[in-house]
């Protein structure tokens, strides 16, 4: 599928977001188009958005063995060149909601490849509610390939590139009504009042 005129490349991204791999490798191919983030949401002019609108994937098994995808697909580790990471796509927020119900999210199931039980952890951790970041996703092919540096260490979500990949071969995971029928419903499922 081409990029068209409605899914215009985003400018370089110097920024990754650390995600499981089975989480990215859904995003890349189209199965999910949704994120599921307890904060790192700031409120500017009235309007709701994340702290990166735009990011790399950035692939970890850290934690997902313990709390689990209900996909079986789980991609193993990429067997790569020492000390560098395969970045599978770039993902860019079109929606953000809060939900601060939890069974808003069962709506939401065909969206997402994590089983029910994380979905509630995440939900109920320290305080109810998620936000919820619809994303259009670009798959890169090939997956631009980055130095993993010391800043990429550790359970954390945001880490810097340190020099952001090149924006070429990339291929929108869907088409333009898909992506729209899916915002669509992210954006039917927002709570009245965010925190």
């Known amino acids: ?9 985003p400018p370089p991204c110097p920024i990754a977001f650390k995600e499981w791999a089975g989480v990215c490798s859904a995003l890349a191919d189209g199965r999910q188009s949704l994120i599921l983030r307890k904060g790192g949401i700031d409120e500017s002019a009235g309007e709701f958005r994340p702290e990166h609108p735009a990011f790399w994937l950035y692939p970890t098994h850290l934690h997902e063995a313990q709390q689990g995808l ?19 796509a770039l993902a860019v927020v079109e929606e953000v909601a809060w939900v601060d119900r939890d069974e808003v999210l069962e709506g939401l199931a065909d969206q997402h490849v994590w089983t029910e039980e994380t979905v509630r952890k995440r939900f109920h951790y320290k305080r109810p509610g998620l936000w919820v970041l619809g994303v259009r996703v670009w ?8 130095a993993i540096t010391p800043e990429h260490a550790g359970c954390k979500s945001w880490v810097p590139l340190e020099e952001p990949p090149p924006m070429t071969g990339l291929v929108p995971t869907l ?5 729209a029928s899916r915002m669509a419903r992210i954006r039917a499922i927002a709570a009245p009042e965010a925190p």
Do not use: F, H, K
């Open 70 to 88: 209900r996909d079986s697909s789980v991609p193993e580790p990429i067997p790569d060149e020492p000390g560098m990471i395969p970045l599978p």
């Open 139 to 146: 798959r890169a092919e090939p997956p631009p390939r980055v």
């Open 1 to 9: 599928m081409a990029v068209t005129a409605e899914q215009p490349i």
């Open 175 to 179: 088409d333009p009504a898909t992506l």
